[in-house]
């Protein structure tokens, strides 16, 4: 597709559910990243991927969050035992190389724990 | 630690003035920066961008300025259009390394 895709685009989920988001970058770009922006918050760095390199997970914010890519392209976030505090909106992008180049969003994945 | 941030979350400005909206980080290694804006219940969208080897970079009503010795960046609007309400997020990056966002500056343009 032209741009990032992300699914589903609305998830309503039970507290202590595992949840899985999808991401599908633009065509050609090596860089992934997922970032979320909780109600009245900036933008959260969670993961970031670059080409075949080990993923940046620094800002995973427990074990109970884990992605992978898979072929360099399409990647997932896994969100395990789901808590309220984990609402918010998820967000993917990708670019052609990191820093340098503009990373382009996804309209986002809308997370409720319920 | 923030390491980018945004101390201002709300700017009003009257449509047709200047919109200023400021941006301080603390690594010194940061050597790319990016403005994007944000509608709600919208993914971000890339505004402008400057690399560490410039201190201005303009595109249309849109100007970002870079002062590398105060670690300090802005993005200037103008004329200021009711269109550019949106939460505009500062955003900075190593090479090689991740993009770090600031909280974000909500911006009211009044008409």
């Known amino acids: 597709g032209a741009g990032v895709s992300q699914s589903p685009s609305n998830k309503v989920t039970e507290k202590g559910k595992d949840v899985e988001l999808r991401c599908d970058p633009i065509s050609g770009h090596t860089a992934l990243y997922w970032y979320r922006q909780s109600l009245g918050q900036g933008l959260e760095f969670l993961i970031y991927?670059?080409?075949?390199?080990?993923?940046?997970k620094s800002g995973l914010p427990s074990d109970r969050f884990s992605a992978e890519r898979t072929g360099g392209s399409v990647s997932t976030l896994t969100i395990q035992r789901t808590q309220q505090e984990d609402s918010a909106v998820y967000l993917c992008?990708?670019?052609?190389?990191?820093?340098?180049?503009?990373?382009?969003f996804g309209e986002g994945s809308w997370l409720t724990v319920v | 630690d923030q390491q980018v941030k945004q101390n201002s979350p709300s700017l009003s400005v009257q449509e047709g003035r200047i919109s200023i909206l400021n941006c301080d980080y603390t690594?010194?290694?940061?050597?790319?920066f990016l403005w994007y804006k944000k509608y709600p219940a919208e993914g971000p969208t890339f505004l402008i961008s400057?690399?560490?080897?410039?201190d201005k970079n303009e595109d249309g009503r849109f100007t970002v300025f870079l002062n590398k010795s105060a670690k300090h960046l802005s993005l200037h609007i103008v004329p200021s259009q009711p269109g550019d309400s949106a939460v505009y997020f500062c955003a900075a990056s190593v090479s090689q390394g991740n993009l770090i966002f600031g909280k974000g500056t909500k911006l009211s343009v009044k008409p």
């Open positions: 991927f670059q080409g075949n390199s080990a993923p940046d």
């Open positions: 400057i690399s560490s080897i410039k």
């Open positions: 992008a990708s670019s052609l190389y990191s820093s340098g180049n503009t990373i382009y």
């Open positions: 690594n010194s290694m940061f050597d790319y």
